[in-house]
């Protein structure tokens, strides 16, 4: 049974094959894909599993790929969870093994995530007389793109056969330093909807203003009113409703017919984020009509809150404090950036952290999502261990 297996022979095993890990990594990074585009990705994923003696299932929402273990009987089902897909930016990093693909980077670490659940895979599998139960190694889609490969992986029943237990997801953090994780039970991290709004006038020359519904000067005073009449609503509730950009396609002398806005709305409250969805619309479109213009908004539904399960957290905050010492565990505030993975948190118990990739020593760390962004590879034997680790407490029971 899993408790034969030791923190010491599992840091052992992660260690023993952290070359090939560093390898997988160096391919995958130099070889990005944009969401639902991952198709050399999925390949090569599957092309591992196999070559280990994976039992592999490919196609899943797309391009997304899923290892089956299976162990020494009957057991519960644990589900390892990676995203695969890259970002549209032009890498700036200065590594041997940077973007080979013009334009596109994997600049949220999802490399890393991918060779860390790899890695986790090939020791569990050949562990797997060691534990009951089965094991799911599921590569991810789509994370950066609504609607998420989460709620398409979902949406098909990729993960009915069997139904997980648990589901364990971890992301790189330049906020931590290597070789500290960091957890929070309960909501951790924010919806997210993208807003849209088209305000409409009566466009002309900018030197008859009598003769126009200008939507500029509407739109501007429409973002105000929003700003205020949301923050007095909102209160000290953790909410954001924030605006990022606004075109208004004129020139010099001409005043366009509509102005284009875009937003996005964050909360850590199912019932709130459907109150904003209602409000929005109703409140714009009032505000508009009473300047003479009009407005019509899109709500896209984006991701959900991430609600980490509080026993599966505590657990596998547990299992950290075994394998790294209690020093290096470390409690995470929420966050208001989204995660797919919260799809698969609304339906199952399941646990996402915070993996520290942070140097202090070389001062502070490019950001996700930037260019310059570079995770240190040694990273990756501790996330690959604790998934491990946690994967063998869960399975055991």
């Not at 609504?146 to 979902?154: D, E, M, Q, R, Y």
């Not at 139904?163 to 906020?175: F, K, S, W």
């Not at 330093?177 to 039970?185: D, I, M, P, S």
């Not at 605006?243 to 102005?259: I, K, Q, S, Y």
Request: hydrophobic share 45%.
């Amino acid at each position: 049974m899993a408790e034969t297996v030791t923190v010491e022979q599992v840091r052992a095993l992660v260690q023993a094959q952290h070359l090939d890990t560093i390898a997988i990594r160096r391919h995958l990074h130099a070889r990005p894909e944009l969401s639902f585009q991952e198709h050399e990705t999925a390949a090569y994923i599957a092309d591992r599993l196999r070559s280990w003696g994976v039992e592999v299932r490919t196609g899943i929402a797309g391009t997304g790929v899923v290892g089956v273990l299976r162990g020494s009987g009957d057991g519960p089902c644990v589900c390892l969870r990676a995203d695969i897909d890259a970002l549209p930016i032009q890498e700036l990093a200065d590594v041997p093994f940077r973007s080979q693909v013009p334009g596109v980077m994997h600049a949220c670490g999802h490399d890393v995530h991918t060779a860390m659940v790899l890695a986790a895979g090939r020791i569990l599998h050949g562990l797997r007389g060691a534990w009951p139960g089965t094991v799911l190694l599921l590569f991810q889609p789509g994370e950066e793109k609504i609607p998420g490969g989460a709620s398409l992986v979902l949406k098909e029943g990729a993960l009915a056969d069997p139904a997980p237990a648990a589901i364990l997801g971890q992301h790189v953090t330049p906020e931590l330093e290597v070789g500290k994780v960091g957890f929070h039970a309960g909501p951790f991290m924010a919806s997210s909807d993208e807003l849209y709004l088209t305000v409409k006038g009566r466009g002309g020359h900018a030197a008859q203003p009598d003769k126009l519904v200008d939507p500029i000067l509407i739109a501007a005073r429409l973002l105000l009113a929003l700003k205020e009449e949301f923050e007095a609503w909102r209160g000290d509730r953790p909410l954001v409703l924030a605006f990022g950009r606004l075109v208004a396609d004129g020139a010099t002398n001409v005043v366009p017919d509509e102005v284009h806005i875009a937003g996005t709305l964050r909360t850590f409250d199912e019932r709130l984020r459907a109150e904003v969805h209602a409000w929005l619309p109703q409140r714009a479109g009032e505000f508009c009509v009473a300047l003479g213009g009009a407005c019509h908004t899109e709500v896209r539904h984006g991701y959900p809150v991430l609600v980490n399960h509080d026993d599966l957290t505590n657990r596998i905050r547990m299992a950290a404090v075994e394998f790294l010492g209690a020093d290096n565990v470390v409690d995470m505030p929420r966050r208001m950036g989204s995660e797919d993975f919260a799809f698969y948190s609304q339906v199952m118990p399941a646990s996402f952290h915070r993996l520290g990739t942070g140097n202090p020593r070389k001062g502070p760390a490019p950001g996700l999502h930037t260019p310059h962004l570079v995770i240190p590879e040694e990273a990756m034997a501790i996330g690959a261990g604790l998934m491990v680790w946690g994967a063998l407490k869960e399975l055991r029971g």
